[in-house]
């Protein structure tokens, strides 16, 4: 099994910036779509961008013009830039590849939006 570790999460300001990363300890993101993921307190996980291998992303639409998702094949490394942050997008952030779970989710980065 592929182990994913998102890192950069923290407790920012609303209208803040955060950059959010996700390393795989396999190639995972080259053989598959790579996304990232949020869950809210007592909310369901939820799709927030996803990546594909050749670079076609996609947004929820609660992220659009906000968040850029990118990432670095050669260091099985994707990353999550979330600008403008408001108070609804605290939540555990993770990643994993879409649409379709091909591993075990990572522990994922807490993301805490508040004055």
């Known amino acids: 099994q592929v182990q994913l570790v998102e890192s950069g999460g923290g407790l920012v300001q609303p209208g803040g910036s955060l950059r959010l990363s996700c390393v795989a300890s396999?190639?995972?993101?080259?053989?598959?779509?790579a996304a990232w993921y949020r869950q809210a307190p007592g909310k369901e996980r939820e799709l927030v961008a996803m990546?594909?291998?050749?670079?076609?992303?996609g947004y929820a639409d609660f992220v659009k013009g906000r968040f850029t998702i990118s990432r670095d094949n050669a260091k099985n490394t994707v990353y999550l830039q979330m600008n403008s942050l408001k108070a609804e997008d605290t939540a555990v952030y993770y990643c994993?590849?879409?649409?379709?779970?091909?591993?075990?989710w990572g522990q994922g980065t807490l993301v805490t939006v508040s004055p």
């Open positions: 990546i594909t291998g050749g670079g076609t992303i």
């Open positions: 994993n590849s879409a649409p379709q779970i091909r591993t075990n």
């Open positions: 396999g190639n995972i993101f080259t053989i598959y779509t």
